[in-house]
């Protein structure tokens, strides 16, 4: 056992659990005081309360959330509406796999059954490690109060948000229930860091825990709040030096915890890479003992499954996005810095991920999107990375028709994705919020690099029509932020004129002065997040930056 000062901590889950509290306390007085304290706290936001309809009786709390009947894979009135039941099992449990310091009531057992069954296969993302979320982090919520209380909040919530066919008061409900799962989640929270001494799985429960917290922020729209528990989580993971764990267990030595350390590192790493896109004063730097302390399998291996070849994509991705000439990967050394190091791993890991896809030709349909996805972000970086790197407006203008390939690809895994034109490969629910990347990734790289008109508003539209947050990206987010970014390069080549003396070319090329660029963003409330755009001239100008707003409802 380490010795720890916890205060620092106790101070984040303290701060956060009194606003719970507050808004606990608040709901239960008055329906205005309700939405007074939500918008003050930055939490999760209570709906203005009502009078109470039951129009979804009769029913009973013990099986189908869809229709509120009896445990069936297709129960009678959500077959009857051509839906799947929220809850695919055929019988109620006997025995509850709960911490043994939990009593879980029937409400409680019956979302942890929506949990287990439903919310594990679409939070995860079509390219994460499905047995971390379907194996690892149910054995957490057995092992950990603070992580069973977590997955109940984010099921609800997840739940609430994914399903619009469900009545108004019994969305109310499934919100009501998840801000009182978070808000006992927060109580084991603040227990954890009273502890003078903690243990390795203590440290554990936390880590996670604030992953499932940026998590439940994510789903909100609350990218404010999201940030606090990224920010404590990198302050506890290098304080700790919880890498070492990584490492340690990527040598085959018995795994300490509940769950696999790696992916843990993984799930840190994605949203520190995220936080730092959108807040530049977090620094990204986990990305880099990713790809330095792990181990990989020789270059000659192909990997093991999608999920492992994505996993040692992430830090390539991060170092490309970060500083694309100074990416270095899981197999580089110190001597492969610099744009040749980059390409030298890259190049390392596409061959081994060929020899995947060929040594895997019968697959499932979720197998082969995701490695059709994986293939799509690989296809969509080189691109950018290509073009980013250039200044030449011909490189610039024979990329649109590969800019087009890329939006299309992404348009149809999409659709699959969400079951459009159906067919037996489509999923029946698709997710609205994930913990890895998708084709959406690729849609935002295409729609802030190219400088296609007509290919921008393709993306934005397909950004639209398939809402979704991977992470703390946002697709309405993004499209806010390429639509903004497009006008203002358009209404920059008007006031040029024909007469320019740059090369910036309509729908091929904008240079670097004139180009548009993202200065920084922030939230204002809970609900609205404001980012400011301008380019080197306007700047140099003294133009007024343009501020975008994106709200959500």
Not at 200 to 211: P, Q, T
Not at 212 to 240: H, M, S, Y
Not at 286 to 302: F, I, N, Q, T, Y
Request: glycine content about 6%.
């Amino acid at each position: 056992m380490v010795s720890f000062n916890s205060s620092h901590l106790l101070d984040m889950s303290s701060s956060i659990y009194n606003n719970q509290q507050t808004m606990q306390r608040d709901s239960s007085s008055s329906p205005a005081s309700s939405a007074s304290s939500c918008e003050s706290s930055g939490e999760l936001s209570l709906p203005a309360q009502s009078k109470r309809r039951r129009n979804w009786a009769p029913k009973v709390r013990t099986g189908c959330l869809t229709c509120r009947n009896d445990f069936n894979e297709y129960a009678a009135s959500a077959s009857s509406r051509k839906r799947q039941c929220s809850v695919p099992t055929s019988r109620a449990p006997s025995t509850s796999p709960t911490p043994s310091k939990i009593q879980a009531t029937a409400r409680q057992w019956q979302i942890y059954d929506l949990f287990r069954s439903l919310t594990v296969k679409q939070i995860g993302g079509v390219l994460s490690k499905s047995s971390f979320w379907s194996v690892d982090l149910l054995q957490a919520t057995e092992a950990y109060p603070v992580i069973f209380h977590s997955s109940l909040a984010m099921a609800a919530l997840n739940h609430q948000l994914r399903m619009s066919h469900i009545a108004v008061e019994a969305k109310k409900e499934y919100f009501e229930f998840a801000l009182q799962e978070y808000d006992t989640a927060i109580q084991e929270l603040v227990q954890l860091a009273m502890k003078t001494t903690l243990t390795y799985c203590d440290k554990e429960a936390i880590l996670l825990a604030n992953v499932l917290f940026t998590g439940i922020a994510c789903l909100q729209g609350n990218l404010d709040q999201a940030l606090v528990p990224v920010r404590k989580t990198l302050q506890l993971f290098n304080e700790w030096n919880f890498s070492r764990e990584t490492v340690v267990a990527a040598r085959g030595a018995p795994r300490q915890g509940v769950i696999d350390p790696s992916w843990l590192l993984h799930l840190i790493s994605y949203f520190e890479f995220q936080a730092h896109d959108i807040d530049a004063t977090i620094a990204a730097t986990s990305w880099k003992r990713h790809a330095h302390e792990l181990r990989a399998p020789p270059s000659s291996e192909g990997f093991a499954s999608v999920a492992d070849a994505y996993y040692e994509y992430m830090p390539l991705h991060f170092g490309f996005s970060v500083n694309a000439n100074a990416a270095l990967g899981p197999n580089s050394t110190s001597q492969q810095g610099g744009a040749s190091g980059f390409e030298n791993v890259s190049s390392r890991w596409r061959l081994r991920l060929q020899q995947l896809a060929e040594d895997t030709e019968e697959v499932s349909a979720a197998q082969r999107r995701a490695l059709s996805t994986l293939w799509l972000l690989v296809k969509c970086e080189r691109l950018c990375r290509h073009v980013r790197r250039s200044s030449d407006p011909e490189i610039w203008r024979t990329s649109n028709v590969e800019f087009r390939e890329i939006v299309d690809s992404a348009e149809k895994l999409l659709q699959g994705e969400y079951g459009v034109g159906g067919g037996e490969d489509c999923d029946v629910i698709a997710p609205t919020f994930t913990f890895s990347l998708s084709a959406v990734e690729a849609l935002r790289l295409v729609g802030f690099v190219s400088r296609n008109g007509a290919i921008r508003r393709r993306v934005i539209e397909l950004l639209r029509t398939y809402q979704r947050r991977d992470g703390l990206w946002d697709s309405k987010l993004s499209s806010s932020l390429i639509e903004a970014r497009m006008m203002l390069d358009e209404n920059t080549l008007q006031d040029l004129g024909e007469h320019r003396t740059c090369a910036c070319e309509e729908n091929v090329f904008m240079c670097k002065e004139h180009r548009a660029l993202t200065l920084g963003g922030e939230m204002v409330g809970i609900k609205m997040f404001r980012t400011s755009i301008n380019s080197r001239a306007g700047q140099l100008r003294g133009d007024q930056d343009v501020h975008v707003c994106t709200e959500w409802e």
